[in-house]
């Protein structure tokens, strides 16, 4: 069942998808997990792409929630919790400079700590409206696609 991941185009498409959505990796590796599998360059960008992209609505509109559901259900969650929102408080500080521009930044920059999930977590807990928030995190990761592009091509070359 495994191997139907990596040995169909279908498989490789949802599993660069599926790795894509994950926190902390996010694009930056499914979009070369993509191409090392051996799918067009097309096919891994937009399959990362939408799989970064997925859970975006969902913190923006639902994380404060998830948080207080969490909060009063696991006690022991509590101190996690208030460590992703100080993380999230401090990188706000580009977004209260920069705008949207500032959370596009954010997203872009493919480095731990910054990306899609961090963006929306941000906008999230700055109140900041998903129609506000979604079009520079949109631009966030298509930046961060091809910075990342260029890094997995670098690679491949030296290789």
Known sequence: MLDWFTTTTFGKMIATFFISMLPIVELRAGLPYGIAL????????????????????????????????????????DQWIAKQEKKAADKSKVVDKYGPIGLCLLVAIPLPGTGAWTGALVAALMDMRLLRALPSIILGVLIAAGIMTGVTYGVIRIV
């Open 38 to 77: 051996g799918l067009d360059y097309w096919q891994a960008l937009v399959c990362s792409v939408l799989g970064n992209l997925v859970p975006v609505p969902f913190i923006i509109l639902f994380i404060r929630q998830i948080f207080s559901w969490l909060r009063k259900k696991h006690k022991k969650l």
